[in-house]
């Protein structure tokens, strides 16, 4: 049985119901799975003055807990284009791993979600995947088995390069039923693969 974490970074909520999505896929393919958020970093007062969602279920991860995964499934919202700095500093953390190549070969993705349609989905993703290409992973995207990603009369999430969701200027769009839809394809696609890799 593939052991699986799902790692997210969330200020306002979008990309935490995008990784209990993405667990509940990989779950109904059979992995074990965690839900972990990394360190919020922005001073208190900034994070309550920003509205942040600061209450959220999921335990702060730690690097060492990495390496006891065969698959990490990375999400985090777009800031400015790439990738929010709360996730991009808990992975600069990861020197060590690297250093022992503690995670070759295990299987990453990437999810993420941005304000609007044009924002930068595809390079926060992109900004993501190429971190766990430097750790060495084995990268699975969001094919177009999923096809609501195709779907050209509503506004939705989801890429090839990963599963996302747009949450509007005001953070008042929640993931639709495609988005999530494509978050819990990723979770069950990464898991069958490290089921093939692991087992
Ligand atoms: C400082 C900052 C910069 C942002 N930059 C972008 C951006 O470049 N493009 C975009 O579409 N959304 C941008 N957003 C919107 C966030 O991506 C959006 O709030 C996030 O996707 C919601 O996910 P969350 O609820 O999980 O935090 C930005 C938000 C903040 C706070």
Redesign the pocket.
Known sequence: MAKVLVL?????????T?ANAVAEGARAAGATVDVKRVPETAPLEVAKA?H??LDQAAPVATIADLEHYDAIIVGA?????RL?SQMASFLDQAGGLWMRGALNGKVGAAF?????Q????EVTLFSMITNLLHFGMVIVGLPYSHQGQMNMTEIVGGSPYGAT???A?D?SRQPSEIDLAGARHQGELVAKTAAKLFS
């Open positions: 997210y970074y969330s200020s306002y909520g979008h990309l935490e995008m920003a942040f969602k919202p777009t800031r400015f284009g929010a993420t979600s941005t304000a609007t044009h924002g930068g989905q969701t747009l949450a200027g953070g």
